[in-house]
């Protein structure tokens, strides 16, 4: 079964700090896309970085990187330099030929960045 | 970057009227776009996947009468939440594959709120 888990609900960082959000995946599959979006009060989704089951080195995106750990099935978010912005609702995804390219989401996590 | 537009950005209507909720890719062509429902504080629930030029694929447990889907060019997807109740009343929001790129990424629209008095 394809799952995505994300076991913080609510997280807080200092304006300036960095913090690492949690994400574990469960898939049989071994070509898979791992996904970070972000959800202000707005509504919009909106993406922020891409790691491939296949890539030899983590994604980067700016503030953004991925701490991909392939045999512990993790893919932590790690947003360096909080600012007030960062706050928001952020949701880890996957995407795999056994869901027939479905997006599949995980619960989310809460973070509030603290000034 | 790819950009996903939705109109209404938000609507309230009477219980028994139908509401057409429309999501284009104004940058891409997108040849599957997605539509989800979000409940408050909860994750985005896959409603369907709509083929442009065929017909959508709705997921288990969602009405393909009640949330009817069309998906006319490489452009458009339109969601027409027919005949709706306070129960359909929910966060609905759209995505746009797109397809070729490495990462055959989803880009979402800005999402609809839909009230049903």
């Known amino acids: 079964a394809q799952k995505i888990t994300q076991t913080q609900p609510g997280m807080f960082v200092q304006e300036k700090e960095a913090v690492t959000l949690d994400c574990t995946y469960d898939t049989s599959d071994p070509s898979y896309g791992l996904f970070w979006y972000k959800q202000p009060s707005s509504g919009e989704m909106i993406f922020l970085i891409y790691?491939?089951?296949?890539?030899?080195q983590n994604a980067t995106e700016g503030r953004y990187s991925l701490n991909f750990q392939k045999a512990r099935k993790s893919a932590n978010l790690v947003i360096s330099a909080s600012q007030l912005g960062d706050s928001a609702m952020y949701f880890c995804a996957m995407k795999t030929k056994t869901s027939y390219d479905k997006v599949i989401f995980g619960p989310g996590t809460s973070l509030s960045v603290i000034p | 970057g790819a950009v996903v537009s939705q109109h209404p950005s938000r609507v309230i209507c009477k219980s028994g009227t139908s509401v057409k909720i429309e999501c284009r890719s104004l940058?891409?062509?997108?040849?599957?776009m997605f539509w989800y429902r979000q409940f408050p504080k909860q994750s985005l629930m896959l409603m369907a996947t709509s083929n442009e030029g065929s017909k959508a694929t709705y997921e288990q447990g969602v009405e393909k009468d009640k949330f009817l889907i069309n998906h006319a060019s490489l452009t458009l997807s339109t969601l027409t939440v027919t005949s709706a109740h306070p129960e359909d009343s929910s966060f609905y929001i759209c995505s746009a594959e797109l397809a070729g790129a490495r990462t055959d990424t989803q880009y979402f629209g800005p999402g609809t709120r839909l009230t049903v008095l």
């Open positions: 790691q491939g089951s296949y890539d030899q």
């Open positions: 940058d891409f062509q997108a040849t599957t």
